[in-house]
């Protein structure tokens, strides 16, 4: 086995050492290190959104407060948190694992064979690399970007630490026209009313993860931490993305299924809770009491109010299940021989216990889930009359599914790592990779693969 491996970079990994070589240009062009005449003759065009040019903040939002509005109006949504999260752990799988791609299969997937070098497994423990990973898809499923946040030695030869920042707390500085990415990412829990120099906010520099972040970060002498961008692009942004799932925000479903919670609850509480009308014929009470005309108002009331008592014991509650009602009539003084009924019950609909809006409530449950591009049974049951949660077959596919068309994010939260790699020396053999588990049928064990495939 060849025991002196060479980079892209111009760096060398000698196996038999376990050590990164520097061979500046002793290989010139047979190196695999383009000779400077083969070099790129420009940089690849970055266009800039003049909005972001003024001032010394570019402002996320008309009023800088795009992620905490989009966070007030989570905060009303029993189905948009929840899901949100649901994604990220889904996503983050069983967390962030590392190998080498020692074969390939004839369909095509990888042989991935994990291995353990003890520098890789001090940074993985310094930098919590497990919160790292959750966190960054964290911001990538509620805002579509994530800031993660390097740290370099006072040699600057080594990157000694990663962690990543809320990115609801971040906003990039300015951007000058032509500039590839802003100058730097402004950190605060203070927005909108933050500023940089306040004494709550940090200022950090921004490397360009798109033109050679590695020598860009040797030469740069900025300081000794720098935020790496990440961000799932969206058509029509320059600069902060914005998460598939936001146009639900603007279509007014949401508005329809925070609306039909609060409608409930105030007819719940201001509600007339009336059962029965109980209808009595006027000449009821001259039949019954003789001297009716000669009482009282208050005495009348009084009659009245012990007729109605002795009604409700008899038709309200358990103690009236099972009792017999008594059908009273009279006779009529108009109609010799005829009777009048004296008392006519008819129960009152209760149109809480008809289920009012719940059609309207599943559709709008629906509009959102689909918003969030999530199965609703993987997360639960779909609001409304069937409340079904699909069976574990209709569970196993989706889930697969997901995993399956969810690579992309997980190799952005990894393209720091290779950042990391090549910057430290590291094997440049190394692959990172998500461990994700795949269910399969009840008959089969439940597979966990760090390449999830379709």
């Not at 993860?209 to 900025?222: C, I, N, Q």
């Not at 058509?235 to 998460?243: F, I, K, R």
């Not at 790592?417 to 089969?444: C, V």
Request: aromatic share 10%; with cysteine; net charge neutral.
């Amino acid at each position: 086995m060849q025991q002196l491996v060479f980079s892209s970079n111009g760096l060398g990994y000698h196996r038999g050492l376990r050590a990164a070589v520097r061979l500046g240009g002793a290989l010139g062009a047979a190196s695999g290190a383009a000779a400077p005449a083969k070099t790129g003759g420009a940089q690849p065009t970055s266009p800039v959104d003049k909005t972001t040019t003024t001032g010394v903040i570019a402002p996320w939002g008309p009023g800088n407060d795009f992620p905490q509005q989009v966070m007030a109006e989570i905060a009303k949504s029993t189905i948009i948190g929840p899901v949100l999260d649901w994604k990220t752990r889904a996503v983050y799988g069983e967390g962030i694992i590392y190998g080498k791609v020692i074969d390939y299969k004839p369909d095509g997937s990888e042989i991935f064979q994990r291995v353990k070098d003890p520098v890789v497994e001090a940074f993985f423990r310094k930098s919590k690399l497990t919160r790292y990973g959750f966190e960054g898809i964290q911001g990538l499923q509620y805002f579509a970007n994530a800031f993660p946040e390097l740290i370099v030695s006072r040699d600057r030869s080594l990157i000694t630490s990663l962690c990543i920042q809320d990115t609801s707390f971040c906003r990039y500085s300015a951007q000058a026209a032509g500039q590839a990415v802003p100058a730097s990412v402004h950190i605060s829990a203070n927005w909108p009313a933050a500023q940089p120099g306040d004494g709550y906010t940090t200022t950090v520099p921004v490397l360009d993860p798109y033109h050679d972040p590695v020598e860009a970060l040797r030469a740069d002498k900025r300081g000794y931490k720098y935020i790496y961008p990440l961000s799932l692009p969206s058509p029509g942004q320059a600069l902060y993305q914005v998460a598939a799932w936001n146009p639900i925000r603007k279509s007014g479903w949401l508005d329809v299924a925070q609306a039909i919670p609060e409608f409930k609850k105030q007819l719940f509480v201001n509600q007339l809770s009336i059962k029965y009308l109980i209808e009595v014929d006027i000449r009821y009470w001259d039949w019954k009491y003789p001297d009716w005309k000669e009482k009282k108002e208050d005495q009348r009331k009084q009659i009245i109010g012990e007729e109605l008592d002795a009604f409700e014991e008899t038709m309200s509650g358990t103690n009236g299940a099972g009792k017999t009602v008594m059908a009273v009539t009279m006779p009529d003084p108009q109609n010799p021989g005829g009777t009048i009924k004296v008392f006519t019950v008819t129960a009152i609909d209760d149109k809480l216990k008809s289920g009012m809006y719940v059609e309207d409530s599943q559709e709008a449950s629906s509009h959102i889930y689909t918003a969030l591009q999530v199965d609703p049974t993987l997360s639960g049951i779909s609001p409304g009359k069937g409340m079904g949660s699909g069976s574990g077959s209709d569970k196993r596919v989706a889930f697969n599914a997901f995993v399956a068309t969810h690579r992309f994010h997980q190799d952005l939260i990894l393209e720091v790592l290779y950042f990391i790699r090549d910057y430290n020396g590291w094997n440049p053999e190394l692959e990172f990779r998500f461990l994700s588990p795949q269910i399969n049928t009840a008959d089969k064990p439940t597979e966990q693969s760090a390449n999830p495939t379709p």
